[in-house]
């Protein structure tokens, strides 16, 4: 089993930065690709950003490419989701997800465990 605990999230002025972190706990975590995923109110959950078990490879949504930075900490078992220059459209709860087959997908049916979610607001 794998349990994610994210932290971070906030209220910030467009432009603004947030950083949030996925806190991980679970034997095998280091083999598993993480990743973050986002869903506001009346849409579906959609995919941010994926990083390989070994933080080489990085994957990022259209969306978010250039503006946000996924990385992690293997000896500290965290994730984290660097958000730069945010805008009113990145208002979402955000999730944390483990994907045991460490490929950079973005479907959401691949991620096998899901943190509780943080909620971030951009204000305009």
């Known amino acids: 089993q794998v349990q994610l605990v994210e932290s971070g999230g906030g209220l910030v002025q467009a432009g603004g930065s947030l950083r949030l972190s996925c806190a991980v706990s679970?034997?095998?975590?280091?083999?598993?690709?993480m990743g973050w995923f986002r869903q506001a109110p009346g849409n579906e959950r959609e995919f941010v950003a994926v990083?390989?078990?070994?933080?080489?490879?990085?994957y990022y949504a259209d969306s978010v490419k250039g503006r946000f930075t996924i990385s992690r900490d293997n000896a500290r078992n965290t994730v984290y989701l660097q958000m730069n220059s945010l805008k009113p459209e990145d208002t979402a709860v955000y999730y944390c997800?483990?994907?045991?087959?460490?490929?950079?997908?973005?479907?959401?049916?691949?991620?096998?465990?899901w943190g509780q979610g943080t909620q971030v607001t951009v204000s305009s």
């Open positions: 679970g034997r095998t975590y280091s083999t598993y690709s």
């Open positions: 990083i390989s078990w070994r933080g080489g490879r990085t």
């Open positions: 997800a483990a994907e045991p087959g460490g490929s950079l997908v973005a479907a959401a049916g691949r991620y096998d465990y």
